[in-house]
């Protein structure tokens, strides 16, 4: 008996090595004959992954890296019919659920694939992979809360990651932060903790936390692709330029490596040579969806509209949840002049990330082109941006001039108003500062709030421009308003 184990032993460690070389049939050939339960999961793990194989390599021969295809794994079927009769004969582990599960997923039957996965990590809640699985399954809120899980702290960390991927910001932090208290020293909950912080637009934070994460571990490639868009979007030249060169001496053939430099390349204003690195990464993962969608950018900006869209689709075919995609894909519309399409491309954008003013700023703009010129929408949306922290102070001078064109002066002076408000507290100069004070003064002056448009006449007179001859023509017009006598000199307003 002891002699059998062995041999039997001596297949699995042999089929094992031939896995771990990548030569999977004959992986599965050496346990065709054994009935144990991991040589089992191991045989349908090797067919699966064969198929696999030559299904990648059907799509390369058929239709090469951008385009699609119809190439399928071809031992799906047989597979689903041998792990359906052990889980109906109850002769199947964890990671036999975990393998089905996945079949079941590559052949559309979600339903029973959730409920196999489930299955699977209540038996066995270490097997990260099951989990992954099974959150890819669960792209709305209901279907997470049908789930019937058992508590685990491996349960925390999925529903951490599941919430960041349906775009629940802060329940995700949340969760993130009560991890930390259990497992305090963890390089991997701290980069989370980062990209959920990223994903709130709290830019300031997430560069503290990525340095220190870099202190603590200093040859780190997984998420500085992260690290490298906040850096980036900062335009941080000069960190950029030595976390390029970092992750180059470290790793230069991986797919964040090369995402990085591709984020420099883009900031120094060389689009080609960006694309070069982004087409690299893909080549290495070609399901990497920050290339796609980045190399989509770098197209947008090369005028390359077509090849910017093909990015941008590749980009929601791998996650239809990525905003940054369907933003991409109006952008690229609306340079084609085809603002029906973009309009529904940016609708996409904000339902998956409602936070982000950039988005509802761009919506705007497509309801105010010509052809659609939607104004009372384009109204909405810019309020959404003024409530979303808009950064590029655009909506709310925006909302005033729109109230303005429809004849809306009190509207108008209000959103004006608030716009001053705002340049005064960034100490903001321009001539949006100066647009804002010359309706404000002449709309109270209307409105005979002679007081209040007496304060922005006077500040006016401050400048140099034609804006000081109208301001003292307003007030010279309140001073006979107000006494029924031409006035001699407006100077003595402002001292």
């Known amino acids: 008996m002891e002699e059998d184990e062995a041999i039997h032993g001596d297949f699995y460690l042999l089929a094992k090595s031939y896995f771990d070389c990548r030569e999977y049939r004959r992986a599965a050939h050496v346990l065709r004959d054994q009935t144990g339960k991991k040589s089992v999961f191991l045989r349908c793990y090797a067919l699966y992954l064969a198929g696999e194989k030559r299904k990648e390599e ?21 597979l689903e019919r041998e792990l359906a009769t052990l889980c109906k004969n109850n002769t199947i582990d964890p990671f036999g659920l975990y393998l089905y ?22 038996s066995y809640p270490w097997n990260w992979s099951a989990w992954s699985e099974l959150q890819s399954l669960c792209t709305t809120v209901d279907i997470l809360n049908g789930l019937n899980l058992s508590n685990h702290w491996m349960k925390e960390f999925f529903l951490a990651s599941i919430y960041q991927e349906l775009r629940m910001h802060n329940e995700s932090l949340s969760k993130y932060e009560n991890l930390q208290g259990m497992f305090t020293f963890s390089n991997y909950i701290q980069a989370q903790i980062a990209k959920a912080r990223y994903s709130l637009r709290e830019f300031e934070q997430v560069e503290v936390i990525f340095e220190d994460l870099l202190r603590n571990d200093p040859y780190r490639v997984e998420d500085m692709d992260t690290y490298s868009n906040v850096l980036y979007t900062k335009e941080c030249f000069s960190a950029l330029s030595y976390l390029a060169h970092r992750v180059i001496m470290t790793d230069k053939y991986r797919p964040e490596s090369c995402c990085i430099i591709g984020n420099y390349y883009s900031l120094k204003g060389q689009h080609e040579k960006s694309v070069v690195y982004f087409r690299r990464a893909l080549k290495l993962n070609k399901n990497y969806l920050s290339a796609w969608t980045l190399m989509g950018h770098e197209y947008v900006e090369m005028k ?18 990525d905003y940054r995609a369907w933003y991409g894909l109006g952008q690229a519309y609306e340079m084609m002049g085809m603002p029906h399409y973009a309009l529904h491309y940016f609708r996409k954008s904000v339902f998956f990330q409602p936070i982000d003013s950039r988005l509802w700023i761009a919506m705007a703009q497509c309801y105010e082109s010509e052809q659609l010129h939607m104004l009372e929408e384009a109204i909405k949306c810019y309020k959404r941006a003024a409530n979303c922290n808009d950064t ?34 960034e100490e903001r100069e321009g001539p949006n500062l100066v647009e804002a004070l010359m ?5 109270y002056k209307t409105q005979k709030k002679f007081e209040e448009a007496e304060v922005y006449c006077t500040r006016l007179l401050d400048y140099t421009g034609p804006e000081r001859e109208t301001a003292k023509s307003l007030l010279r017009g309140m001073r006979i308003a107000q006494s029924g006598f031409p006035s001699m000199d407006v100077e003595h307003f402002h001292p």
């Open 439 to 443: 309706f404000l003064a002449t709309h």
């Open 58 to 78: 059907e799509m390369i021969e058929l239709e090469g890296p951008l385009g699609k295809s119809d190439a399928v794994n071809r031992e799906l079927v047989s």
């Open 304 to 321: 390359n509209t077509p090849a910017a869209v093909d990015a941008y689709r590749r980009a929601v075919d791998i996650n239809p949840r």
């Open 392 to 425: 590029e102070a655009i909506a709310l001078h925006r909302l005033a001039m729109l109230h303005r064109e429809l004849d809306q002066p009190e509207e108008a002076a209000f959103y004006y108003k608030k716009d001053l408000e705002r340049m005064e507290a």
């Open 101 to 122: 599960g996945l079949v079941l997923k590559e052949k559309g039957n979600e339903n029973l694939a959730r409920k196999v996965l489930v299955e699977s990590v209540n």
